[in-house]
C-alpha cells in the first residue's frame, strides 16, 4: 500500500471519528468505548499493513 494512500485512510478515520465525538450526542462512556475500539483497530491494521502481525490471517473464526 502506498504511503499517500495509507495518509488518507488515516486522516479519514481520524475526521470521521472527530465527527461522531463532537456532533453525535452520546454518553461519555460509549464515545470512550467507540474511541478505544477504533484506535485499537487501526492499530492493528497498520500492524498488518506493515507486515508486523501476518499471523493474523491464519487464524479463523469458526467451522
Same mark, same amino acid.
Given at each position: =500500500?502506498? %504511503? &499517500? !494512500? %495509507?495518509i488518507v485512510v488515516l486522516i479519514v &478515520?481520524? &475526521?470521521?471519528?472527530?465527527?461522531? !465525538?463532537?456532533y453525535l450526542p452520546m454518553d461519555g462512556k460509549i464515545k470512550s468505548? %467507540? !474511541?478505544? &475500539?477504533?484506535?485499537? +483497530?487501526? =492499530? ?7 507486515? %508486523?502481525?501476518?499471523?493474523?490471517? +491464519? ?5
Open positions: =500500500m502506498p %504511503l &499517500v !494512500n %495509507l &478515520v481520524g &475526521v470521521i471519528l472527530w465527527l461522531i !465525538n463532537n468505548i %467507540l !474511541n478505544g &475500539v477504533v484506535v485499537i +483497530t487501526v =492499530m492493528i491494521w497498520l500492524l498488518r499493513v506493515f507486515g %508486523l502481525l501476518d499471523s493474523l490471517s +491464519t487464524i479463523h473464526i469458526g467451522k
